[in-house]
């Protein structure tokens, strides 16, 4: 039976690509001279660390990595902005999560989303991904068109398309 899987994956290569061009950037750039701003990105916790100086600097590197993200086809919707923290040199900072797997409330909508479709295709839920099967491919097509339409706020990835 014709399937394929419903994924929110990163590649963690392209995100160290992007965040090593966004250092390049701040470190380059007229605004940021003589700053302690810095971004580094830890690829086993899969978490970039922002520190600031102020709100303004916090934002332009929000803008620098968005940017350089989007210039790698990595989505935005990836990063999970934490609270701002203030450090104990009166700077700011800031985790960013990567987004990596489905959760349980995610793959629960989509499950929701894929029934009300009234195509005739199975969705379960396989611990952090949704695998969809039907009978016919073209039904499997017109899922991942109307998902791709509806649009989540989710970062997916349609992946392992057997037919």
């Known amino acids: 039976m014709p399937s394929f899987d419903i994924v929110c994956e990163i590649d963690l290569q392209e995100v ?5 061009q966004a250092i390049k950037e701040i470190s380059s750039r007229f605004d940021f001279r003589g700053s302690k701003s810095k971004l ?26 968005e940017t350089k993200f989007a210039k790698r086809q990595l989505d935005c919707r990836l990063l999970k902005y934490q609270e701002k923290q203030i450090s104990n040199q009166n700077m700011l900072k800031q985790n960013v999560e990567l987004r990596s797997g489905l959760e349980k409330d995610e793959a629960k909508q989509i499950t929701a989303t894929i029934k009300n479709l009234k195509i005739k295709v199975q969705a379960q839920i ?12 073209d039904d499997l097509q017109a899922v991942i068109q109307s998902l791709k339409e509806n649009d989540l706020g989710l970062p997916l990835q349609y992946i392992n398309m057997r037919g």
Not at 16 to 20: K, Q, S
């Open 40 to 65: 580094s990105f830890e690829r086993s916790s899969k978490n970039i660390q922002i520190l600031a100086e102020d709100e303004f600097k916090l934002r332009s590197i929000h803008q620098i990595l």
């Open 126 to 137: 396989q611990d952090q991904q949704v695998r969809v099967s039907g009978k016919k491919i």
């Open 16 to 20: 160290d690509n992007a965040v090593n």
